[in-house]
């Protein structure tokens, strides 16, 4: 319930910019796709949304752009469906071959 509260807060601020970290973890698999509907229903068409998270394969739906990074420093990055068409591979799987 925290966490719901606290994403309702900050984007009830109608920012151009949100950098949310870890947003859905330690939350329930029922309460993330809540939690992120209502992050994507309340966010503007000209704001930009940045999530770090490692939960990739409950984000990968809502992915247009995705940045991989290790130690500060960028390993992997580009538009998601072409990823996904350039390496055959989901999202999340591309993100388990990148960190193993």
């Given at each position: 319930?925290?966490?719901?509260v606290q994403?309702?807060?900050?984007?009830s601020?109608?920012a151009?910019l949100y950098?949310l970290?870890?947003?859905?973890?330690?939350?329930d698999?029922?309460?993330?796709q809540?939690?992120?509907?209502?992050?994507?229903r309340?966010?503007?068409?000209?704001?930009?949304?940045?999530?770090?998270?490692?939960?990739?394969?409950?984000?990968e739906?809502i992915?247009d752009s995705?940045v991989?990074?290790r130690h500060?420093?960028?390993v992997?990055?580009?538009d998601a469906?072409d990823l996904?068409?350039?390496h055959g591979?989901?999202?999340?799987?591309?993100?388990?071959?990148?960190y193993?």
């Open positions: 319930m925290r966490e719901k994403i309702a807060l900050i984007m601020r109608r151009k950098l970290d870890e947003p859905i973890s330690g939350v698999p029922a309460a993330r809540i939690i992120l509907d209502g992050i994507l309340n966010l503007e068409e000209d704001s930009l949304l940045i999530i770090s998270t490692h939960l990739i394969h409950d984000l739906p992915l995705v991989m990074m500060g420093r960028v992997l990055t580009g469906d996904r068409a350039e591979v989901s999202i999340d799987q591309l993100f388990r071959e990148v193993q």
